[in-house]
């Protein structure tokens, strides 16, 4: 969610060389939600929000 270049995203998993499938496939699910959260909330009343949201959403996506 936080880093928005995709190399950085790759670069900081590696870092945790003996992280499971299992772990990763988890943080992948708490960046859905959080990001499915964040645009749910932020198209009601908080535009930065949104954005937040679509971008995780995007990152997600990005590194399939």
Same mark, same amino acid.
């Given at each position: 969610?936080i880093?928005? @270049? &995709?190399n950085?995203? &790759?670069? !900081?998993? $590696? @870092?945790? $060389?003996? *992280?499971s499938? $299992? +772990?990763l &496939?988890?943080?992948?699910?708490? !960046?859905? %939600?959080?990001? *499915? /959260? %964040?645009?749910?909330?932020? %198209?009601v009343?908080n535009?930065? &929000? !949104? *954005? /937040?949201? @679509?971008? +995780?959403?995007?990152? *997600?996506? @990005?590194?399939?």
């Amino acid at each position: 969610m936080i880093f928005s @270049e &995709q190399n950085a995203r &790759q670069q !900081a998993i $590696a @870092e945790y $060389a003996n *992280v499971s499938d $299992a +772990t990763l &496939q988890r943080a992948l699910g708490w !960046a859905i %939600l959080f990001g *499915v /959260m %964040l645009l749910d909330t932020g %198209l009601v009343d908080n535009s930065r &929000q !949104a *954005v /937040m949201g @679509e971008r +995780t959403l995007r990152r *997600v996506s @990005e590194d399939g």
